[in-house]
């Protein structure tokens, strides 16, 4: 099952990924999808990411009953 994110991002960062996600005929939907579940592998150990990434990762705690299926 889907389910509807609010998200609050730059404008001008939106107007560039908006670019980006047309020139790849993707969406934004889909390519924010698809780097949440690349960073939230189990095989990608923290360290491999990003200073500016590993801010961010784990910073949403969802229940232990969550089920995004």
């Known amino acids: 099952m889907?389910?509807?994110l609010t998200?609050?991002?730059?404008s001008?960062?939106?107007a560039k990924a908006k670019f980006y996600?047309?020139?790849t005929d993707r969406s934004l939907s889909?390519?924010?999808e698809?780097?949440?579940?690349?960073?939230?592998?189990?095989?990608?150990?923290?360290e491999m990411l990003s200073p500016r990434l590993r801010k961010?990762?784990?910073?949403?705690k969802l229940?232990?009953?969550f089920n995004e299926i």
């Open 56 to 60: 961010v990762v784990g910073v949403i």
């Open 2 to 4: 889907k389910q509807h």
């Open 21 to 23: 996600a047309q020139s």
């Open 30 to 32: 889909e390519m924010v």
């Open 7 to 10: 998200l609050t991002i730059k």
């Open 63 to 65: 229940p232990e009953e």
């Open 12 to 14: 001008d960062v939106i």
């Open 34 to 46: 698809s780097y949440l579940e690349y960073i939230t592998k189990e095989s990608i150990s923290k």
